[in-house]
């Protein structure tokens, strides 16, 4: 499995982006997709997760009501829907999966299997 990151991009406060990870033809439908960013200076994140198992959305704090992962109309691509994008969401973002589900606790500290080499996200006006 090999996971590539497309979307990123330079928007100003308050824009929209989405991301997208695509597999390369696998069926992520029975993988795990997360959503991880890094900014400089600082530790990775999560950011969000979707659950193979069930179908579970799970969110970190700082992003609950403004981003959605979803599961595009292609088997093989995950989305990662964001708005109203704030300076502090400027990062390079990465998607990463793994066949086992993660838990709602676990999931942003889980030790996915395949990562992406990430998109940069630029949040400024």
């Known amino acids: 499995l090999h996971l590539v990151e497309s979307g990123g991009d330079l928007v100003q406060p308050g824009g929209s982006l989405t991301l997208s990870c695509a597999a390369g033809?696998?069926?992520?439908?029975?993988?795990?997709v997360a959503w991880f960013r890094q900014a400089p200076g600082k530790e990775r994140e999560g950011v969000a997760c979707?659950?193979?198992?069930?179908?579970?959305?799970y969110y970190a704090d700082a992003v609950k009501g403004r981003f959605t992962i979803v599961r595009g109309d292609a088997k093989d691509t995950v989305h990662l829907q964001m708005n109203s994008l704030s300076p502090e969401d400027t990062a390079i973002y990465y998607c990463a999966a793994n066949f086992w589900s993660p838990t709602a606790s676990d999931w942003a500290n889980f030790d996915y299997e395949t990562w992406g080499q990430g998109t940069q996200v630029t949040v400024s006006s």
């Open positions: 033809g696998y069926n992520l439908d029975y993988w795990s």
């Open positions: 979707l659950s193979s198992r069930d179908g579970s959305k």
